[in-house]
């Protein structure tokens, strides 16, 4: 049965995707000599390792929203899931292949991971990334066979806080997304409306403005 490694290397944008994706390259290795690797079904679980870094002040400023005040960190750090992803990686005889495992990213900030992502200057984010699946393999002497892959394969790797902003950059330049619940849009909107307001932000710069009146 093979005894399975990885390694991931460090993300890329991929460019012209229908969706914002990061490609991160995975070097997979079988240390069982004579197999051969017809396929791979291969599970990712990616966390955030948020305690493997340490923030300046104006990074905990903008991550209050997630962990609270910095006093209370030894107590509220803790990894975050950022998402799942799958791939198939193909038939491959020797020890070792590299394959490329793509994971849509969101830009709605009521998804934990992008308020960290973008609560970061920059460095480097560390990511932790827990395999499973399935190997369909063969030896010299057999035909094909099919073993689960152990839950212990893992692997640690870091994202450039600076790839991730430059990709983001070009699929949403100088913009962000929040998702509204309806009726709070609904209210929105008529305010657009019956102010003869054109765009969303003039909208919003002008309740802002009304709000710091008030309070003055």
């Given amino acids: 049965m093979p005894n399975l490694s990885v390694r991931v290397e460090s993300a890329k944008a991929v460019p012209f995707a229908a ?3 990061l490609s991160f390259p995975i070097d997979i290795r079988n240390s069982i000599e004579g197999e051969t690797i017809h396929a791979i079904a291969l599970r990712s679980q990616i966390q955030i390792e948020v305690t493997r870094r340490t923030y300046s002040p104006q990074e ?3 991550l209050l929203d997630l962990f609270g005040q910095p006093d209370r960190w030894g107590r509220t750090l803790r990894n ?3 998402t799942h992803a799958s791939m198939v990686v193909p ?6 292949t590299v394959a490329e495992m793509n994971v849509p990213c ?3 900030f ?3 991971a992008t308020k960290y992502f973008e609560g970061l200057d920059d460095g480097q984010i560390p990511l932790l990334a827990l395999f ?3 190997v369909f393999y063969a030896t010299p002497d057999s035909s094909l066979q099919v073993a689960p892959i152990s839950w212990e394969l893992e692997a640690r790797s870091r994202l450039p806080v600076a790839v991730w902003r ?3 950059g070009s699929y949403y330049p100088n913009s962000v997304w929040l998702n509204l619940r309806k009726d709070v849009f609904e209210q929105l909107y008529q305010y657009k409306v019956a102010h003869g307001i054109p765009t969303w932000e003039q909208a919003l710069e002008r309740m802002l403005a009304n709000e710091t009146a008030v309070h003055s």
Avoid: C, I, K
Wanted: hydrophobic letters at 40%.
């Fill in 19 to 21: 969706v914002p994706t």
């Fill in 60 to 62: 905990q400023g903008r």
């Fill in 80 to 82: 975050l899931l950022w």
């Fill in 91 to 96: 038939a491959f005889e020797g020890d070792q």
């Fill in 106 to 108: 969101t830009f709605d």
């Fill in 110 to 112: 009521n998804v934990a």
């Fill in 132 to 134: 499973s699946g399935t």
């Fill in 166 to 168: 430059e990709m983001m």
